[in-house]
């Protein structure tokens, strides 16, 4: 008899641990779902992008952080007026070309550059600077501008989400780079050096 008891309390103390066993890998698997669900990729908040275009023979390429709008006041606002700003998000705005440009009524050497802004209300000044690869305008010297311009921004109604850049072909030999954010664009043209 006391064989059959101790038989038995054995058994169901097996039976025990591995019901107990189950549950806690039902209950892992269960949270390893969970955790999956709730981690969805995210979508960075200034995505680095790029634009580019054939003007005739010339490669125009500008790289930059796009940020977004996300309910703020962006100019006067985040961006400061009359403060340098590296045009993007993160690092500075860069832009090379395989040929030398006119801009401005200044030559442009073949190169890559950092892009710059001072924004105003009434007029913004752009900067393209020798130095293009620098986080934001950390190391930013007005003595590295290669060409220093102002330009009147047109400001719009409608809203530009993401920040956005285009180099735009007007003829074999002309095109003009543009930027776009929140309501402002700005806009410039340059020739190829022919």
Known sequence: MKNLIVVFV???SVLSCKNQEQKKEGHNHQQTQTEKEDAPLKKPLSPHTSTMAMIGDAHI???YSSPGVRGRIIFGGLVGYDNVWQAGAHNATWIETNKDLIINGELLPKGKY???TIPSKEDWTIMINKNWNQHGKDDYNENDDVIRFKVTPSISDKITEQLEYKVNKISETEGSI????????ISFPFKINQ
């Open 10 to 12: 054995l058994t169901v």
């Open 61 to 63: 390429h500008i790289d």
């Open 114 to 116: 950092g892009f710059f």
């Open 178 to 185: 543009s930027l776009a954010w929140e309501k402002v664009t």
